[in-house]
């Protein structure tokens, strides 16, 4: 679901309310929307249910329209407003979730509902002659006309009143009284009003085959018993239930209440497990089974039902071993790793929810709802579902899995101190945008993508969300000097958040550890700070505004393809990452490992290629925008990556790779910048790769070349240049590299490898990180989660510390047709249950990194692949080397 402007939305709600004054009028509304497509953002779904809450509440008033509707009209109005909101809640989520509020709040459309004359109960009962005339009357007119004419909620209230006063006065016929309970079940069936235990006794009659399942969950019930065993029984009852909630409106009504009292029962489990006990073998099974019945109740109510399955594997996989001293540290990182994925699938949700519910309080207001029913409501909605336990029981469970681990609990991408104003914000992109703080500023941000460049001012970065160690932002990081933590524990993040407020000046520490502290500090000292730092040259700020780095030599002569290893020491033809492709073909044997052949696209074909009116024209608006920090930068460089592919590529140049190499099917297409890893710029992840290119194809991979060399002019590229002072594109210039696939071949493992351990500063030590499939997860780092990292000692490389395992939802896998994206299940993933596998692979890794090092004389960045072929053989693949750019 799209978005919209919900003032707009708000006020079109109040009108058509106060037009609409009756019961069924106001539910043809949410029809309305609904049939025609009008609905266009979260927001507008979120207000819409908070409109049909305060009706069925009572809080919103309905009177009669001078009209005679029966119930069969609301109940239709409602039967049409559900069938919209399945169709909606397929979009994802979020739109799930909130429709699955609604459904309560609308009235039964049962075959007794929709008949031409439903209620006849009460027509029966005002017909008596075994009660008083008074009493008669009431019910005539009160009821049995009202509610053939036009009921709505108000009516039920009047019901409960009068049998209450029936039962308390006494005195009246066994039929009559017998009669009036049977229709307040109804009239409370029709409103939907009816409980728990009404539901499923329902459902077991209109399907005996459950009744023993509903019978011991009642009973269970009833017996306040262990909310474990009554769990086991409500998730045995919604297995059957679940599957028919779509169909049939009473099925779906029973599976709501079964929803809400799961979320009652997990509460008094997660209090149980917060008095005491953390880390006993009790705690732990007590813990990682409510974690695994959590997540079956998120699955069954259909929200990332498949990541909430494979989530639940993990966690049953490792609980025999979680307690086992002896299993430490591996079983709980692997814990850690499962709890970090369940928190992703809750905060998610969770941020889609709190913007969606924001305007509901301006729609409450405009209603004369009262304020603090306003507030309870939107609270309910955050906090009262099972998938808020969900995220407390997993974060109980990482936080002692990280204790028992001995893990931090902070992600230290870059250390030091660092002071500036406090500056919150969503996203980190979006601290281009804003008019940044002239002594500096310390941002705090709730997400990053890993791909973002780092404006100038900043001098220390908080996120809420873990990032890899060697991503591109992570790189520029170090290189800025800019202070850097990330976490996967939101909590944590919010309460280091807490400790200060926007906009007042702080003295951020990062630790190298992984401790991160937070301090408010006065005007006067931030400004005595920024003083120094503009006086020594060493600061981050001088190493900002220094001279803009030296771009290496540039040759636009040639026009064909160049094999990679005869332009080895040439990297002016092609760029240092085709250069590097070439040193590695010789380097490949004496140090034993396989490098691919490279073939090669000069810098030159780029420069004759791209051309023509529509370029130049885009080209100039974006060093415009740039040059006045507009806020259309990425439109603009949008606009120029559109011109670059609307070019072509010299149909020599798809020759002349065709050619070159005859018998390989798919091939990696890569960049090769002149702009990249110079002094102080990585050009880890700022540019594109295209992965799993049918070189038959000739559209196929013309199409890849044209969308690396328009990678150039993507926002992080871009912002990345002009942010170390590098002109837009005159001087600057593409080459493409050309290398077969070999991922295939077996089982896929993607790394990147540091020479020495740049986070800690210690050269005797390489550091690497890891992940299932194809690298791009880990250079980009647009996939939430975290690699496995690796430290390996130089000196004994059986000397491996694990400090995290991966916890990436999913892996890029090479496939026919392309490289795919694949949910990946860790506990059938040998990385993640085999620890000497491990710890192997670290050392295979470990060992070509020294080699390179050595090789190149200069600490070294490298990516590559590990295959594990039939029969246990492994082989390190490396794709590119370049040196460790740093500060």
């Given amino acids: 679901v799209g978005g919209s402007s919900a003032d707009e ?26 049939e025609e497509d009008q609905l266009s953002s979260l927001t507008e779904l979120a207000c819409l249910q908070a409109y049909l809450t305060f009706i069925a509440s009572g809080q919103i008033p309905c009177k009669e329209d001078g009209r005679h509707n029966r119930p069969c009209a609301a109940a239709n109005a409602a039967k049409a407003v559900t069938e919209a909101l399945w169709d909606i809640a397929k979009y994802g989520d979020a739109e799930r979730f909130i429709a699955r509020r609604i459904f309560p709040s609308l009235p039964s459309f049962s075959d007794e509902f929709t008949c031409a004359v439903p209620m006849t109960r009460i027509r029966d009962i005002a017909h008596r002659n075994d009660i008083p005339h008074d009493m008669k009357l009431y019910i005539k007119h009160e009821l049995q006309n009202k509610l053939h004419r036009c009921a709505d909620p108000g009516d039920l209230v009047k019901l409960d009143k009068l049998v209450e006063r029936i039962d308390r006065e006494g ?47 009642l009973r269970l019930k009833a017996g306040a018993s262990d909310p474990f ?11 059957r239930v679940a599957p028919r909630v779509e169909a049939e409106q009473n099925w779906l009504r029973l599976d709501v209440e079964l929803d809400k009292y799961a979320f009652v029962l997990l509460s008094q489990i ?11 073998q009790d705690w732990w099974q007590r813990l990682t089974r409510a974690l695994d019945l959590s997540l079956m109740q998120t699955q069954l109510t259909g929200l990332s039902p498949d990541e909430c399955t494979v989530v639940a594997n993990e966690v049953n996989a490792v609980a025999p071993e979680i307690s086992n001293s002896a299993k430490a540290p591996f079983a709980p990182q692997r814990l850690a790793a499962s709890t970090d994925r369940a928190l992703r699938i809750c905060f998610a949700l969770q941020a889609s929810l709190e913007a969606a519910y924001a305007s509901v309080p301006a729609l409450g207001k405009a209603l004369n709802i009262d304020a603090h029913a306003v507030s309870v409501f939107v609270e309910a909605e955050l906090r009262a579902s099972v998938l808020f336990q969900v995220s407390k029981l997993a974060q109980m469970a990482m936080q002692q899995a990280k204790v028992a681990a001995g893990l931090p609990l902070w992600t230290t991408i870059s250390a030091g101190t660092g002071y500036g104003r406090c500056m919150f914000c969503t996203a980190l992109s979006e601290s281009w945008s804003k008019s940044l703080p002239a002594e500096g500023a310390v941002i705090f941000c709730d997400e990053a993508n890993g791909d973002e460049e780092i404006p100038n001012l900043v001098r220390g970065v908080v996120v809420g969300r873990d990032l890899p160690v060697l991503s591109h932002l992570a790189l520029r990081a170090r290189q800025l000097g800019t202070v850097f933590a990330c976490t996967s524990e939101f909590e944590l993040y919010s309460k280091l958040r807490s400790n200060v407020q926007n906009g007042n000046g702080v003295r951020l520490t990062i630790e190298a550890s992984g401790g991160a502290r937070v301090e408010t500090i006065s005007d006067s000292e931030l400004a005595s700070k920024s003083v120094k730092e503009d006086k020594g040259k060493s600061t981050t700020e001088a190493k900002k505004t220094s001279d803009p780095p030296k771009l290496g030599e540039l040759s636009l002569d040639g026009d064909q393809v160049l094999n990679a290893i005869d332009i080895a020491d040439k990297s002016q033809v092609a760029g240092g990452k ?33 051309k023509g009116p529509s370029f130049d024209a885009a080209l100039a608006d974006l060093k415009s925008a740039l040059e006045s920090n507009s806020k259309d930068i990425e439109a603009k460089a949008r606009a120029v990556r559109d011109a670059v592919e609307k070019c072509e590529v010299p149909g020599a140049i798809l020759d002349g790779i065709i050619a070159g190499l005859p018998n390989v099917e798919r091939v990696a297409v890569r960049s090769s910048a002149n702009s990249e890893d110079l002094e102080k710029v990585s050009g880890a992840g700022l540019h594109d790769s295209v992965l799993g290119v049918d070189i038959k194809e000739r559209k196929s991979l013309q199409d890849a070349i044209l969308q690396v060399w328009s990678s150039m002019f993507t926002l992080r590229a871009v912002q990345s240049r002009h942010a170390a002072g590098l002109p837009l594109y005159e001087g600057i210039a593409m080459g493409v590299l050309v290398q077969p696939m070999a991922s295939r071949v077996g089982q896929c493992y993607a790394f990147i490898a540091f020479s020495k351990d740049a986070v800690a500063s210690n050269d005797q030590a390489v550091y690497i990180e890891v992940c299932v499939g194809l690298g791009e997860t880990l250079a980009s780092a647009n996939e939430p989660g975290t690699p496995y990292r690796l ?9 491996v510390t694990i400090q995290s395992l991966a916890s990436f939802s999913y892996g890029l896998q090479d496939m026919v047709g392309g490289p795919k994206q694949v949910r990946i299940d860790y506990s059938k993933e040998r990385l993640s249950t085999d620890e000497a596998f491990l710890r192997q692979i670290a050392q295979d890794v470990a060992k070509v990194a020294i080699g390179i090092e050595k090789g190149y004389g200069m600490a070294m960045d490298m990516e590559g692949i590990v295959l594990e072929q039939d029969g246990g053989k492994r082989e390190v693949h490396l794709v590119q080397a370049r040196p460790i750019v740093e500060a």
């Fill in 9 to 34: 939305f708000i006020a079109r709600i109040i009108k058509e309310n106060d037009d609409r004054v009756s019961y069924r009028l106001k539910l043809e509304l949410p029809k309305l929307l609904l």
């Fill in 578 to 610: 085709a250069a590097s492709s070439g040193k590695l073909e010789k380097f490949a044997n004496e140090i034993g490992f396989k490098a691919p052949k490279g073939l090669a696209i000069p810098f030159g074909v780029m420069k004759k290629a791209v």
């Fill in 229 to 239: 065993e009554q769990l086991v029984a409500l998730t045995e009852l919604r297995r």
């Fill in 791 to 799: 430290i390996v000692s130089k000196d004994s490389l059986d000397k």
């Fill in 171 to 217: 005195g009246y016929s066994e039929g009559f009284v017998k009669e009036m309970h049977i229709f307040q079940v109804e009239l409370k069936d029709f409103f939907n009003a009816t409980g728990l235990d009404d539901s499923a006794k329902q459902i077991a009659k209109e399907d005996p085959s459950l009744g023993g399942t509903v019978d011991t969950l």
């Fill in 270 to 280: 997660a209090g149980g497990l917060d008095s005491g006990g953390n880390g006993s």
